[in-house]
């Protein structure tokens, strides 16, 4: 996972082993002062020297494709859409907010007909209201379908109070569904493992806050225009349905065909534009580091002291740290 949290580190959204403590001898005291002398280096490299020398190592030349299955999830868009976008969401993240109200309307504007856009729940702890929100859509779905369910999402998204349950239930009641159904389906286990679902699977893909915006399987990062993202996977849509591959079969089979998740090689032209990219944004909070960029970069030049630019050694030690501040070690 150490190549997507680098990448995740320039994305804004609303975001969610027993220790050897024993001493440790050694006998050969040089091999003390070599090492020092190599994390004393280390920690005053400089930024461009640490993303030239490992820049490779955690920026992939291949993209991971997750066959995300859409099962009952709410779906706007055509089943033969050209490029299914999934979302976890969290009704009262602003960054969702967002891209409610104003990326995916410009989106399905700019791209009519070829988008589909699936809503997985993913409340996330530290919102109060959050789950009831997300169970009041179930509701609001179960009984009055997939349209009901948009009208409630946009009137969340839109509202300008603060979320309570009166509120919920008076946006659900504009959906087509009344108080006395919400306050008896909110004691429905139904409803409730419905949520717990879609939350056990983006758990289960590691999704680590909201808007977290799968497109044809490939995660949305950050790091390119979703403009550029989508037209990429139109022309990649389009060249498997003039090989032969059915509209509606497109998803399933650019995601795997049932297979959890596929690695994909990026065409070398593309892949050295992404690198370059992701340098620009490195370099740029080098100059002003700031919160877990901070941590992030002590990390790295730790763990270049240690592995000496063997990738696969660098990797794990980045992660094995990452994994520490994680647990709270």
Known sequence: MLRLFILLVFISSCTNEAKDTSPKKDNDSSIKVTMNAEKNAA??????TLFDNYGKCIVSDKRAVFNIPIGKSPVKGNADALVTIVEFSDFQCPACKGWSNTVFPALFKKYPGKLRHVFKHFP???HDMAKTAAQIGVIVQLKKGSDA????????FESKSDLTLEILISLAASAGVNSKVIAKELENNDV??????????G?????GGTPWVYINGELFSGNASIAVMIERKIKEAQALEKSGIAKEKLYETITGKGTPVSMVKIPSAEYMNLLSKVRAGFLAKCKKPEGNFVKLLNIMKSCAATEKKKCDDFVKCVELEIKKIQEGQ
């Open 149 to 156: 369910f948009w009208k409630y999402h946009d009137l969340v």
């Open 124 to 126: 996330l702890n530290f």
């Open 192 to 201: 409730r493992t419905f949520v717990e679902n879609d939350l056990k699977l």
């Open 43 to 48: 920690k005053n490299m400089s930024c461009d």
């Open 203 to 207: 758990n289960k893909l590691s999704v």
